[in-house]
């Protein structure tokens, strides 16, 4: 029995489990909204003050070209307990801060407190889900699209959990929270975090574990959006909170019996037949990609085939990658805008207070099912029917024009769809480019072109949201004023009122997205050919080397090889 546990605790199916509950946790920046007044109240800030302190927290969250970096010298679990410190330093000295137990911080520290703070996501992405997909890379967009996914329900998870343990007025006890609570998960599941080999067996196989794993995260989704809806309605006592924590923590955990399940048939056919070499204890990347050496200036313009392992430069300086980050950038900063201006998109239009929380909730939950549904979708149609993956990229950008057009024109009662649409949109884009560029440029230095491809985001949402959003906003807004024969105040805050406030920005938005769907277009002409043809026939073992590795593992256990090419 002993040796079970530890075939389980060791097993690749508890590592897609770790996965799941680490990435379940670590999208704390989502939550900001619920305490960024704490913060403005307890250190005397101002709005312009705030609004600089959030943009280093989304900074943070999007650079993890230095998470990158480091996953090129160091296995996962360095990099994930990396970020586990980096989180609990970030927000400790905020709630140090905030509960006054040390000076008052200038506003330059707190915006290097929540830059550390957030920046501890793209560490738990480099070390979580890259690691998933060089383990399972035939199924590599049900991974993306599930571990995604739970990173999107984050959010709410560790709202209810806070709700559970503090109640619901000690915002200074939620980041308390947010603080150690991730960083412990990391630590409990480090010996998890690393990269196995993949075995060679058949696509829907795997693709049917993924599918339970879909199922349960689909369950706890429900529930969340059930509990926020009557959470909304009713005024919930300390112990009712404290049964929805529990239900919470137990939708969390319950993916585990699908991993005893799994796991036992391995344990099960390995005893039988000795052919299965455990590849749970395979913790090095797959051995060809790692021994094969490739010079990384000579051949910087004579890039590999499509699927092959590129350098960085070479992915960096290829007309693919460029077409897909601008794409990118056009594309998801126009979502990224409507996203983080949806509350003052409903107060301009007049809806009342209660319903901008409706639109927080609802783009929380589509935000889940997009990455999730476009994850499974995306690796259905590829498999089965050779749908490329950036067709579908560039279907889901012009599909957000209709939400950018429904708060254009403020259609009455739209913006509900609206938030419907964003979200959906928005969390359908991050399974398909990682995917992606997995596909296209190989998994070796998948860690570091993943990175610099999520930096096309907060690119695109500067230029879209501060500089045009927020401009033509301030302009109506001052029109408005003047036409009441006022001026602004200093430190007054200035507020617009009307379809105008975001007519002009989201027609240059909408725009913007379709110049991206363009863009992505010319991305689905140049690998038609490529995706007509089996990109995953590198990572299937061939008949005669899975024969080989079941001779060698029955004569001998204690060497395991390879399952299969890497390549």
Request: overall charge positive; proline content about 4%.
């Amino acid at each position: 029995m002993n040796t079970f546990f530890y075939h389980v605790l060791s097993g690749r199916w508890f590592m897609v489990f770790a996965s799941c509950l680490i990435m379940a946790v670590s999208g704390s920046t989502y939550i900001f909204s619920l305490y960024s007044n704490e913060v403005k109240t307890s250190l005397g800030y101002d709005q312009s003050t705030l609004n600089l302190i959030s943009f280093f927290k989304d900074l943070g969250a999007n650079v993890g070209i230095i998470s990158g970096l480091i996953s090129e010298i160091s296995p996962p679990w360095v990099v994930l307990a990396i970020g586990a410190t980096m989180n609990f330093l970030g927000y400790f000295m905020i709630w140090l801060s905030l509960t006054q137990r040390i000076a008052k911080p200038q506003v330059w520290q707190m915006c290097l407190y929540f830059y550390i703070g957030a920046n501890s996501m793209p560490f738990a992405n480099t070390g979580a889900l890259v690691s998933c997909v060089k383990s399972f890379p035939q199924n590599r967009g049900s991974v993306i699209g599930l571990l995604k996914g739970y990173m999107g329900l984050s959010g709410a998870i560790l709202t209810q959990l806070y709700h559970a343990f503090f109640g619901h007025d000690n915002l200074k006890a939620l980041i308390f929270l947010i603080g150690w609570f991730p960083s412990a998960i990391s630590f409990i599941f480090l010996p998890s975090a690393r990269v196995l080999n993949p075995i060679p067996q058949p696509q829907h196989k795997e693709l049917k574990v993924f599918y339970k794993f879909l199922y349960t995260s689909l369950g706890l989704a429900g529930f969340l959006m059930v509990l926020i809806i009557l959470q909304k309605k009713f005024s919930f006592t300390r112990i009712e909170y404290a049964m929805d924590g529990m239900v919470v923590l137990f939708l969390l955990f319950l993916p585990l019996a699908v991993v005893f399940e799994e796991e036992f048939k391995l344990w099960k056919t390995q005893n039988q037949t000795f052919t299965d070499a455990s590849p749970s204890s395979v913790e090095l990347q797959l051995q060809s990609q790692e021994n094969r050496k490739v010079p990384c200036l000579s051949n910087i313009l004579k890039p590999p085939n499509r699927g092959e392992d590129h350098t960085i430069l070479q992915a960096l300086l290829s007309i693919d990658m460029l077409v897909l980050l601008l794409a990118a950038m056009l594309g998801i900063g126009g979502t990224l805008t409507a996203l983080d201006n949806l509350g003052q998109i409903g107060n301009s239009l007049g809806y009342p207070r209660k319903s901008l929380t409706i639109f927080v909730s609802l783009v929380s939950i589509w935000n889940y099912l997009g990455r999730v549904v476009c994850g499974y979708a995306s690796e259905i149609l590829l498999t089965k029917y050779k749908f490329p993956r950036p067709l579908m990229f560039t279907i889901v950008m012009l599909l957000s024009c209709v939400g950018h057009l429904l708060i254009a024109f403020g259609i009455p009662n739209s913006l509900y769809f609206a938030s419907v649409m964003t979200g959906f949109c928005f969390g359908s884009v991050w399974p398909l480019m990682f995917s992606i560029i997995s596909e296209l440029f190989g998994l070796k230095h998948y860690s570091m072109l993943l990175n610099f491809g999520v930096t096309a985001s907060p690119l695109g949402s500067y230029i879209l949201n501060v500089r045009v959003t927020g401009y033509l906003y301030d302009k109506e807004a001052m029109k408005q004023l003047g036409m009441k024969g006022l001026t602004r105040q200093a430190g007054k805050e200035l507020s617009c009122l009307g379809v105008e406030c975001y007519r002009k920005a989201f027609i240059i938005i909408t725009v913007s997205t379709l110049v991206g769907c363009f863009v992505s277009f010319i991305l689905v002409l140049r690998t038609r050919e490529y995706y007509k043809g089996d990109i995953y026939k590198n990572f299937r073992g061939e008949p005669q080397i899975t024969e080989t590795f079941a001779t060698l593992s029955s004569t001998n256990a204690s060497h395991h090889e390879p399952h299969g090419r890497t390549r």
